[in-house]
């Protein structure tokens, strides 16, 4: 570590961690949404959240706007959108005096992060101003050659495209992510959440980084080493192509940025194994390919630590159940809540014990499942089902 200054890593480890644990905080289950974004400014990446409406894919990236000092430029996207709008209008004067020359102030050729709304509308005039854009940091205009600050572009879309011509746009996030609606044992913590927006609204927090701090960070995770992973990686490529994941030549590369950026976020100078979980932002193009590289990662990668981990949370919690049980012989209308919960676990629990290969963590869900079960059968008992 001695290339390393101790003082000036954990400095900057804290602060993104701070970034990324401010960019969460109002909102209910997207710690994913917000380890993604952080990912993708960590790596001066680009990133699209892809997912239903209502999901708060633009509320995350305009927050995370607020907590960076950064120029920022934003626009929603339509297929009517023009250059202009986004590149700023010609200058007239400069033109009659035979200069091409654009307004620029506040508009994408001067931001250091961008939020592009709905991005795969985008008309095909914009679409290979945006080509460029994205990859060489380049608007090429008129007669002009531009160099722009571009850090991140958050885009943000209610479907992947499946044009062709927007095959090289898309291609050109790295970091993609397939957001969900969210999950049912979380309702009563979104109604609350969305209430306490609604009254206090958004309060826009004070920034915590600046685009020369990601500068830094981006610095520092170009120095984590990597090597030992080349191997591993080379081989979930090869699985991820067996299974129908085809990552380009760009993504195959590009990857180990992200899982460098991973280990400093968790403050380590070595990625290891465990750093691989980010291929599921890198590797799959639609929801469907998300989940069969989640699954190929479980199998390959640190799976059974991940899932003793699991199985010792949801035996936790089995037990509280179980021991308000003994206290409490009555009906108690939180038993419904429970119930619900322990089926869900159960699924979970099932699934583990169906797949899995390891022989520990085989007899450790089914030890769980059967005093599961016990429990389940004792709540239906008292609530008379
Ligand atoms: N997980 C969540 N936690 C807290 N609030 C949420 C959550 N999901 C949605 N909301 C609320 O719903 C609002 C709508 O979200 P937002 O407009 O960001 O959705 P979107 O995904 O961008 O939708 P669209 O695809 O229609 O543009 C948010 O501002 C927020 O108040
Ligand atoms: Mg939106």
């Known amino acids: 570590m001695s290339k390393f200054n101790e003082e000036v890593l954990s400095k900057y480890v804290s602060s993104i961690n701070k970034f990324k644990f401010e960019l969460e905080k109002p909102f209910i289950g997207r710690d994913e949404e917000a380890l993604v974004m952080t990912l993708a400014l960590m790596t001066s990446e680009h990133v699209v959240l892809v997912g239903e409406p209502g999901t708060a894919k633009s509320a995350l990236a305009r927050r995370a706007a607020d907590l960076l000092r950064a120029r920022f430029f934003k626009y929603l996207l339509t297929r009517y959108t023009e250059p202009d709008e986004l590149l700023g209008s010609l200058d007239i004067f400069a033109f009659k005096e035979g200069k091409y020359v654009r307004i620029t102030r506040n508009k994408l050729p001067e931001a250091e992060i961008a939020f592009l709304d709905e991005i795969f509308n985008a008309s095909s005039a914009i679409l290979n101003t945006l080509l460029t854009l994205l990859n060489e940091r380049v608007i090429y205009d008129g007669y002009n050659e531009v160099n722009v600050p571009l850090w991140t572009l958050i885009s943000a879309s209610n479907n992947i495209p499946e044009e062709q011509e927007y095959q090289a746009l898309y291609d050109r996030f790295l970091l993609r992510h397939f957001v969900k609606p969210v999950s049912e044992d979380k309702w009563l913590q979104l109604l609350d959440a969305s209430w306490r927006i609604e009254v206090e609204g958004y309060r826009a927090p004070q920034p915590v980084l600046t685009i020369d701090d990601l500068k830094v960070l981006n610095s520092i995770v170009l120095r984590v080493d990597v090597s030992k992973l080349k191997h591993t990686l080379v081989k979930l490529y090869a699985i991820f192509e067996d299974q129908g994941v085809h ?127 016990e429990v389940i059968d004792e709540i239906r008992k008292r609530l008379l089902l």
């Open 247 to 373: 990552l380009t030549d760009r993504r195959k590369g590009k990857a180990m940025k992200v899982i460098a950026a991973h280990a400093l976020l968790n403050g380590r100078t070595t990625a290891s194994e465990e750093d691989l979980v980010v291929l599921k932002y890198v590797a799959p193009s639609t929801r469907d390919e998300a989940e069969r590289v989640h699954v190929i990662l479980l199998e390959e990668i640190g799976t059974r630590e991940r899932l003793l981990s699991d199985l010792r949370e949801i035996e936790d919690n089995v037990r509280e159940v179980k021991a308000l049980l003994i206290k409490t012989s009555d009906f108690d209308p939180r038993l419904v809540e429970y119930l619900r919960g322990l089926e869900k676990a159960r699924e979970k629990v099932r699934k583990i014990a169906e797949t899995i290969t390891d022989d520990s963590v085989r007899k450790k869900s089914q030890d769980i499942l059967s005093e599961i079960n």
